[in-house]
């Protein structure tokens, strides 16, 4: 059992950068075999992985098209958190983020697996881009 707690979101003009935090409660996770990432839902629109890895030496980063090279996933296993640095925000970027978790998949690919349903999920932080 894990808990994610995500913090960061807010509202920024066009072309501004975020940072989203996902801190994780079980101590040593993220240092850990595990899947972390984010996703996002837009109103109207169906949730979407925007960026994911495999915790362990930040394996097998994969990114949504549309944030490539913009989105950055990273982690500080001193602090047991996970970020999504987001930079060149546009528009249609709004939408709730959520922090999202597996616990010990059987291994790394799990983690883009587009069909593999995620354990653990945070209460989401809201992005607003204006333009």
């Known amino acids: 059992q894990v808990e994610l707690v995500e913090s960061g979101g807010g509202s920024v003009q066009t072309g501004g950068s975020l940072r989203l935090s996902c801190r994780a409660s079980a101590p040593g996770y993220t240092a850990k075999g595990n899947c972390m990432g984010w996703f996002r839902q837009a109103p109207g629109k169906e949730r979407e992985r925007v960026a994911t890895?495999?915790?362990?030496?930040?394996?097998?980063?994969t990114y949504h098209d549309s944030a490539k090279g913009r989105f950055i996933i990273s982690k500080d296993d001193a602090e047991n958190t996970v970020y999504l640095q987001m930079n060149t925000l546009k528009p249609e970027d709004t939408a709730i983020y959520y922090c999202?978790?597996?616990?010990?998949?059987?291994?790394?690919?799990?983690?883009?697996?587009?069909?593999?349903?995620?354990?653990?999920w945070g209460q989401g932080t809201q992005v607003t881009v204006s333009s």
């Open positions: 890895f495999y915790t362990y030496k930040a394996q097998r980063p």
């Open positions: 999202a978790a597996i616990t010990t998949p059987v291994g790394p690919w799990v983690c883009g697996d587009s069909n593999r349903a995620w354990d653990y």
